[in-house]
């Protein structure tokens, strides 16, 4: 039928499924055991959801239908090109992937811990730092008391290694 017939009310607006967490091309999808756990745990409770919907309105069924499919593809792609990573397995003397590490700014006081993870685990409430972030490709490779330069905007700071621990 030709859309000339159709009603505007009649028209859908397109189902928006939200990305997952910016992976950039190229780069292998490191997960840690439990970051890839999440994901697991993750697509379990969208497949429980899929299979519970019930909705007596067809059209917000429909939706909330295409919603969870479409998550459910782009997470079953992520957990598909995962590439575990166990934090023992690294180098223990240096930071790497999977490393909680305690640094301060040279410039002042402020000690930070953070913990470097797959892109997918990382909450930067929580101290994860996706390993793909300019704080931790500065950090990487370093050891317990080196400095690194980071680079923020035309700004360079210099932080210290205090601690790594896995």
């Known amino acids: 039928m030709s859309r000339g017939f159709v009603k505007e009310g009649d028209q859908e607006e397109p189902v928006v499924i939200p990305p997952r967490a910016i ?5 292998i999808n490191y997960v840690t055991p439990y970051g890839h756990q999440q994901l697991l745990n993750k697509l379990e409770a969208l497949e429980n959801e899929l299979g519970t919907l019930s909705n007596e309105n067809e059209t917000d069924l429909r939706r909330s239908q295409t919603l969870i499919h479409g998550k459910i593809k782009l997470l079953k792609e992520r957990i598909a090109s995962a590439r575990i990573l166990k934090p023992e397995d690294q180098a223990q003397d240096e930071v790497r992937f999977g490393a909680t590490v305690k640094f301060k700014n040279t410039s002042g006081n402020a000690v930070q811990t953070i913990h470097i993870t797959g892109v997918d685990e990382a909450d930067v409430s929580q101290g994860k730092i996706a390993f793909t972030t300019p704080i931790a490709r500065a950090l990487a490779g370093a050891q317990e008391g ?5 680079k923020l905007g035309n700004e360079v700071r210099k932080l210290k290694v205090l601690e790594i621990n896995y």
Do not use: N, W
Request: proline share 10%.
């Open 146 to 150: 080196q400095e690194v330069d980071f």
């Open 23 to 27: 992976l950039p091309d190229g780069v």
